[in-house]
């Protein structure tokens, strides 16, 4: 059965391309010009993914977004004409999956919304971030690899969920500490990095040579996203 996108932007055009592209792609895509008919629809339909403009004529998409979030797990990737590195940061940090910026390429919007329903799953397992051996239970918050439980503070655990759930992306320490922002911290006077060793030591084959969590010289970090180890 093909996967279910709802669009949100009133940009006529646009989504009409977006619809014929993701359509030849095996999606169906439903189209909505305003914040109010998107909300609308998703009461009524059951979708697999939302494609969201921040700039709405009749609500801001960061609202809609964090009223979205607070009432379902649909995935959301975020679109704008806006491309300051702050707006990323606000909408990733109020629960959107993914972010883009306007113009894009059709086939980077496939892949990114591919990315994320994959990094998601099907609904009846939505809590569980599969990658090969290692799973990440986001309901509760447990990480295990080959089926075994590894010890993770609760602020390790948001910081590798964090890392996990944009897998591909690299992410400064700044972009994480500004994503974790509101988590409590537990030993305050420690870096990202002392953070990133102690989850290497648990999910990690050889911590000294990992496989999983990167290290991007001058840049940050980036979960590797494809793992079948």
């Given at each position: 059965m093909a996967e279910r996108v709802l669009m949100i932007d009133d940009d006529a055009c646009l989504a009409a391309m977006v619809r014929d592209y993701?359509?030849?792609?095996g999606f169906r895509v439903t189209l909505a010009g305003t914040a109010r008919e998107g909300e609308a629809l998703l009461k009524r339909e059951s979708f697999d993914a939302a494609i969201l403009?921040?700039?709405?004529?009749?609500?801001?998409?960061?609202?809609?977004?964090?009223?979205?979030?607070?009432?379902s797990d649909l995935p959301v990737l975020m679109l704008t004409a806006r491309g300051?590195?702050?707006?990323?940061?606000?909408?990733?940090?109020i629960g959107a999956d993914d972010y883009l910026a306007k113009p894009?390429?059709?086939?980077?919007?496939?892949?990114?919304?591919?990315?994320?329903?994959?990094?998601?799953?099907?609904?009846?397992?939505?809590?569980?971030?599969?990658?090969?051996?290692?799973?990440?239970?986001?309901?509760?918050?447990?990480?295990?690899?080959?089926?075994?439980?590894?010890?993770?503070?609760?602020?390790?655990f948001s910081l590798l969920l964090t890392l996990a759930e944009r897998a591909g992306r690299v992410l400064s320490r700044d972009a994480l500490m500004d994503l974790l922002r509101g988590e409590k911290?537990?030993?305050?006077?420690?870096?990202?990095?002392?953070?990133?060793?102690?989850?290497?030591?648990?999910?990690?084959?050889?911590?000294?040579?990992?496989r999983r969590i990167l290290t991007i010289r001058g840049a940050g970090y980036v979960f590797a996203r494809d793992q079948d180890r």
């Open positions: 993701l359509g030849g792609a403009d921040l700039m709405l004529p009749d609500a801001d998409g960061l609202d809609l977004c964090r009223r979205l979030r607070a009432e300051e590195p702050m707006d990323r940061v606000v909408g990733l940090e894009f390429e059709p086939r980077e919007l496939l892949a990114r919304l591919r990315a994320i329903l994959r990094r998601r799953g099907p609904a009846t397992g939505a809590d569980i971030l599969r990658f090969g051996r290692l799973e990440i239970d986001r309901g509760a918050r447990l990480v295990r690899l080959d089926g075994e439980e590894r010890p993770l503070t609760s602020w390790q911290l537990e030993a305050f006077d420690r870096s990202v990095d002392v953070h990133v060793s102690r989850i290497r030591a648990a999910i990690e084959d050889d911590p000294k040579k990992p």
